[in-house]
């Protein structure tokens, strides 16, 4: 089988060979090629295109190489600060946060005081030896005083350097642009840049790696090289991806010329060119990896962008130019939303660091960031864009509410639409597409209230009931350590929070009496583990219930409870639930589940039960003939 055959339905598990990648570069079936991406994309990605919201912080526009493409970098200039101030640089990042933006950008030339005695000088007074030094003095003040997550792009560096950095930053990058030596030959665009060495920028990618380093590549199209060294530098940045995962996006960028360069005149790549490459990077990488194509370098033709594969526009400024490419001023949210709709995509943000990468953040993120990244994030990693939460009163969002809304004519994808209609007809659904469900938005969004709605509907009428309980925590004294918990106590001399109780049993009578009196007809009941505590106690309670109430429903007890009380009278947990519905136990709370993942309760909850102690107890109580409640607790360190 061809590898053009194979494009019909490319297995999510293979990857493209560099000789398959090359059969390809010159195939005449562009579709046949960006279809393939496109649904390898999907596949994963599903109906989100991505972008952050960034502020762009020029540090320096001085850099001891002389690029032919570039408009970034120039010589020193009179009456100009060879570097921004902290203060401008703070200044700048304050504007963004105005603006909404999370990310600030920090570019630079590299190592210009190899190069000019200026900027050399300028380092001594403020008191650095080299700019990357300074610049993380900077992405410290930019965090300290804004809480912005800083990005940075600060060319070749040492593995100090990279330390360094990574104390201040969540996320770094290096463009490899490509891995051909050709061009730093004479009449080549990296003639006379010596930091453009394929080998020195691999280099510091490798040492990123080791360091767990989240990191932004990518290859410039357009400059020079072959579609085989293009495909030869995706390869050599799949292969350290391979050994370290810290590559969390691939750029793929089209050159453009610029009027004052010494490649004012070359011609830049042609939009089939670039869909061409973007197709390939797909292919060639995990369909987990992101693929990124800036939108402001290709007006006009974002739709075909993403139909190629992407599934990211890279950071785009509300507030700053794009300092690079000034000449290609950022589309404005609102039309890069637009495009993105009408290529059947919905736009969602995402901070510096991606989501993937964010959610494991005790790996990829430095300590003292971690904790502002969690905070900026929600279960799936995206960004929290408002402030609202559960139990919030208050105004929902106006993004979720007008998502509500619409939500009668909203129309989902189609990998979701049948996914939704799999759970309407009653049909288990599997891992990957409750998956999907969860990270829904938009329109997608829409449709899953719209399609829960219905089938409240359908099986419950538009009767909506409630029952008047009373909660009876008999003892706030606990033995275990559950890292959420506000309502365990220890003893006064150990613990600060409140006063430590365990009532009699009188006491819990008299409380049933007194909600029986006030019209409820069910308490529930609930407590810490005591440490004296054994199933005796547990039967005592539900006895003193019906002694003082005999028509008053019980709902008590959690799994957790139920396998203490068993273990500690030595008999079968099935027994047990037997003597508790003798001693007349109606139903059973679905607490103590939290999140039934044991890698996540090992974290949250360590010596509670696990899942299968818990899912066991659950099992048992329905043999029995109790019915129960579950509960699912959400928004913590679960994804």
């Given at each position: 089988m061809t590898v053009v055959s194979l494009l019909q339905e490319f297995p999510l598990d293979r990857r493209l060979s560099r000789e398959?990648?090359?059969?390809?570069?010159?195939?005449?079936?562009?579709?046949?090629?960006?279809?393939?991406?496109?649904?390898?994309?999907?596949?994963?990605?599903?109906?989100?295109?991505?972008?952050?919201?960034?502020?762009?912080?020029?540090?320096?526009?001085?850099?001891?190489?002389?690029?032919?493409?570039?408009?970034?970098?120039?010589?020193?200039?009179?009456?100009?600060?060879?570097?921004?101030?902290?203060?401008?640089?703070?200044?700048?990042?304050?504007?963004?946060?105005?603006?909404?933006?999370?990310?600030?950008?920090?570019?630079?030339?590299?190592?210009?005081?190899?190069?000019?005695?200026?900027?050399?000088?300028?380092?001594?007074?403020?008191?650095?030896?080299?700019?990357?030094?300074?610049?993380?003095?900077?992405?410290?003040?930019?965090?300290?005083?804004?809480?912005?997550?800083?990005?940075?792009?600060?060319?070749?560096?040492?593995?100090?350097?990279?330390?360094?950095?990574?104390?201040?930053?969540?996320?770094?990058?290096?463009?490899?642009?490509?891995?051909?030596?050709?061009?730093?030959?004479?009449?080549?665009?990296?003639?006379?840049?010596?930091?453009?060495?394929?080998?020195?920028?691999?280099?510091?990618?490798?040492?990123?790696?080791?360091?767990?380093?989240?990191?932004t590549s990518g290859i410039l199209i357009g400059i020079g090289e072959t579609r085989?060294?293009?495909?030869?530098?995706?390869?050599?940045?799949?292969?350290?991806?391979?050994?370290?995962?810290?590559?969390?996006?691939?750029?793929?960028?089209?050159?453009?010329?610029?009027?004052?360069?010494?490649?004012?005149?070359?011609?830049?790549?042609?939009?089939?060119?670039?869909?061409?490459?973007?197709?390939?990077?797909?292919?060639?990488?995990?369909?987990?990896?992101?693929?990124?194509?800036?939108?402001?370098?290709?007006?006009?033709?974002?739709?075909?962008?993403?139909?190629?594969?992407?599934?990211?526009?890279?950071?785009?400024?509300?507030?700053?130019?794009?300092?690079?490419?000034?000449?290609?001023?950022?589309?404005?949210?609102?039309?890069?939303?637009?495009?993105?709709?009408?290529?059947?995509?919905?736009?969602?943000?995402?901070?510096?660091?991606?989501?993937?990468?964010?959610?494991?953040?005790?790996?990829?993120?430095?300590?003292?960031?971690?904790?502002?990244?969690?905070?900026?994030?929600?279960?799936?990693?995206?960004?929290?864009?408002?402030?609202?939460?559960?139990?919030?009163?208050?105004?929902?969002?106006?993004?979720?509410?007008?998502?509500?809304?619409?939500?009668?004519?909203?129309?989902?994808?189609?990998?979701?639409?049948?996914?939704?209609?799999?759970?309407?007809?009653?049909?288990?659904?599997?891992?990957?597409?409750?998956?999907?469900?969860?990270?829904?938005?938009?329109?997608?969004?829409?449709?899953?209230?719209?399609?829960?709605?219905?089938?409240?509907?359908?099986?419950?009428?538009?009767?909506?009931?409630?029952?008047?309980?009373?909660?009876?925590?008999?003892?706030?004294?606990?033995?275990?350590?559950?890292?959420?918990?506000?309502?365990?106590?220890?003893?006064?001399?150990?613990?600060?929070?409140?006063?430590?109780?365990?009532?009699?049993?009188?006491?819990?009578?008299?409380?049933?009496?007194?909600?029986?009196?006030?019209?409820?007809?069910?308490?529930?009941?609930?407590?810490?583990?005591?440490?004296?505590?054994?199933?005796?106690?547990?039967?005592?309670?539900?006895?003193?219930?019906?002694?003082?109430?005999?028509?008053?429903?019980?709902?008590?007890?959690?799994?957790?409870?139920?396998?203490?009380?068993?273990?500690?009278?030595?008999?079968?947990?099935?027994?047990?639930?037997?003597?508790?519905?003798?001693?007349?136990?109606?139903?059973?709370?679905?607490?103590?589940?939290?999140?039934?993942?044991?890698?996540?309760?090992?974290?949250?909850?360590?010596?509670?039960?696990?899942?299968?102690?818990?899912?066991?107890?659950?099992?048992?109580?329905?043999?029995?003939?109790?019915?129960?409640?579950?509960?699912?607790?959400?928004?913590?360190?679960?994804?």
């Amino acid at each position: 089988m061809t590898v053009v055959s194979l494009l019909q339905e490319f297995p999510l598990d293979r990857r493209l060979s560099r000789e398959e990648a090359s059969e390809l570069i010159h195939m005449g079936d562009l579709d046949r090629l960006l279809a393939a991406a496109a649904a390898r994309r999907d596949a994963v990605h599903g109906h989100q295109v991505s972008y952050s919201r960034k502020v762009f912080i020029p540090l320096t526009q001085l850099c001891r190489d002389v690029c032919h493409y570039c408009t970034f970098a120039h010589a020193p200039r009179n009456g100009e600060k060879p570097y921004l101030s902290i203060e401008q640089m703070v200044a700048i990042a304050q504007a963004g946060k105005k603006a909404g933006c999370r990310e600030a950008l920090f570019t630079l030339g590299d190592k210009p005081e190899l190069r000019y005695r200026v900027a050399r000088e300028e380092l001594d007074r403020l008191g650095h030896l080299t700019t990357l030094s300074y610049l993380a003095e900077a992405a410290a003040a930019v965090f300290r005083e804004t809480g912005l997550l800083p990005h940075i792009n600060p060319g070749l560096m040492s593995g100090g350097d990279i330390d360094a950095l990574r104390k201040v930053s969540v996320s770094q990058g290096i463009m490899l642009e490509s891995i051909s030596n050709r061009l730093a030959e004479k009449g080549g665009a990296h003639h006379g840049s010596p930091d453009k060495v394929p080998a020195a920028r691999l280099e510091t990618m490798r040492l990123a790696g080791e360091r767990n380093v989240p990191f932004t590549s990518g290859i410039l199209i357009g400059i020079g090289e072959t579609r085989q060294e293009r495909i030869d530098s995706l390869l050599a940045l799949r292969d350290l991806n391979d050994r370290y995962g810290h590559i969390q996006e691939i750029i793929v960028q089209n050159f453009r010329p610029k009027a004052g360069t010494r490649m004012a005149n070359t011609e830049s790549p042609d939009v089939e060119d670039h869909l061409w490459t973007i197709a390939i990077a797909r292919l060639i990488f995990d369909p987990e990896m992101n693929i990124q194509a800036p939108p402001n370098l290709s007006p006009g033709a974002l739709g075909r962008l993403v139909a190629a594969g992407i599934n990211d526009w890279g950071g785009v400024s509300p507030v700053t130019p794009d300092h690079v490419n000034p000449e290609a001023p950022w589309p404005h949210l609102r039309l890069l939303e637009a495009a993105t709709k009408a290529a059947g995509k919905n736009l969602v943000e995402r901070l510096a660091i991606y989501p993937s990468f964010a959610r494991d953040a005790s790996r990829w993120v430095d300590a003292g960031l971690r904790t502002s990244v969690l905070n900026h994030i929600d279960g799936d990693g995206a960004p929290r864009v408002d402030d609202w939460c559960p139990g919030h009163v208050g105004q929902l969002p106006s993004r979720e509410l007008g998502w509500i809304q619409r939500a009668p004519s909203a129309t989902p994808s189609a990998n979701l639409g049948q996914v939704l209609a799999k759970a309407q007809r009653g049909v288990t659904l599997g891992e990957a597409e409750i998956v999907s469900l969860f990270r829904a938005r938009g329109d997608d969004f829409a449709a899953i209230c719209r399609a829960a709605d219905e089938l409240r509907r359908e099986k419950n009428g538009d009767t909506v009931s409630y029952v008047v309980t009373r909660n009876i925590n008999y003892t706030n004294i606990c033995s275990f350590k559950c890292q959420f918990c506000a309502f365990s106590k220890g003893k006064m001399s150990e613990n600060l929070r409140g006063r430590p109780y365990d009532l009699e049993m009188s006491e819990v009578a008299g409380r049933v009496v007194e909600a029986w009196e006030r019209g409820a007809s069910e308490v529930c009941m609930q407590g810490g583990i005591h440490p004296s505590y054994t199933g005796q106690k547990y039967l005592d309670i539900c006895r003193a219930v019906k002694q003082a109430v005999p028509q008053m429903h019980m709902h008590a007890f959690s799994p957790l409870e139920i396998h203490q009380g068993a273990q500690t009278l030595g008999i079968p947990v099935i027994d047990f639930l037997r003597e508790l519905k003798a001693a007349g136990l109606g139903t059973l709370p679905g607490t103590a589940a939290e999140i039934l993942d044991d890698e996540v309760r090992a974290v949250l909850c360590a010596d509670k039960i696990n899942t299968q102690q818990w899912l066991d107890v659950m099992r048992a109580a329905h043999q029995v003939g109790f019915r129960s409640t579950a509960t699912i607790m959400f928004g913590h360190i679960e994804g």
